[in-house]
């Protein structure tokens, strides 16, 4: 198993470009989710999705959308970039919703907006 | 504004001592999970605990969920060079689907 996969690691963007990051899992988990890390934060919820079709908002949704249109694949996209956004993000996958389920994350991507 | 706070923000001990990290909040949580993240990769899970008082070992870290589950410490004996890491807490407050995370402990051990 791959696990949890993202790319690209590293994007460079400029203000108001659009972009997409992606996210898949081969666990076949029910659960995924977007995080950013800034320093000094930890890391924040952005979007979640606990199934197929099925998403919603986090702590931080403003300025990305989701969508969930199978199993295995979790794209996050940023319509207009802006500076704010550069950040490193995270996606993370669980069997399920339950608190129980071990959260598995990838490795992350690094984006810079200018 | 951060639900879950951590202290020190930044700890650098020698290898051999002891040491304790804190995850505070105002809010209850159902569970809490502590999670070691290393440079360039992603959190990985070290524990969970659900009931409050309780206090769970793994090898030489032991993790503590206050009794009122608004609070949670991680204590390393003997740290190694190998604990170097950022040590993140993180809460769930219902049905599991949101997790808060805490602003970080990064945690250097020198040889």
């Known amino acids: 198993n791959a696990g949890v996969t993202q790319t690209p690691k590293f994007q460079v963007l400029k203000t108001g470009q659009s972009m997409t990051l992606q996210c898949a899992q081969d666990?076949?988990?029910?659960?995924m989710s977007w995080y950013r890390q800034d320093p000094g934060m930890g890391l924040r919820l952005i979007h979640y999705?606990?199934?197929?079709?099925?998403?919603d908002q986090g702590e931080v949704p403003n300025g990305y959308n989701v969508s969930r249109s199978t199993t295995e694949d979790f794209p996050l996209r940023l319509l207009s970039a802006a500076p704010s956004q550069t950040s490193v993000y995270f996606c993370?996958?669980?069997?399920?919703?339950?608190?129980?389920?071990?959260?598995?994350f990838g490795p992350g991507t690094r984006l810079t907006v200018t | 504004t951060q639900l879950l706070e951590q202290s020190p923000q930044f700890l650098s001990i020698q290898e051999g001592e002891n040491l304790t990290v804190y995850c505070n909040s105002s809010?209850?949580?159902?569970?809490l999970q502590w999670y070691r993240q290393e440079p360039g990769e992603g959190p990985v899970l070290l524990v969970t605990?659900?009931?409050?008082?309780e206090v769970k070992k793994l090898k030489r870290l032991t993790f503590q969920f206050g009794d009122a589950r608004k609070d949670s410490s991680l204590h390393i004996t003997a740290a190694q060079p190998g604990d170097t890491g950022l040590y993140l807490c993180?809460?769930?407050?219902?049905?599991?689907?949101?997790?808060?995370f805490g602003t970080g402990t990064s945690l250097t051990v020198i040889p």
């Open positions: 993180a809460g769930a407050r219902d049905t599991g689907n949101q997790f808060y």
């Open positions: 999705s606990v199934g197929a079709g099925i998403t």
């Open positions: 666990m076949n988990h029910e659960y």
């Open positions: 605990v659900v009931t409050g008082g």
């Open positions: 809010s209850v949580f159902s569970s």
């Open positions: 993370a996958s669980k069997k399920g919703r339950s608190r129980d389920y071990e959260q598995y």
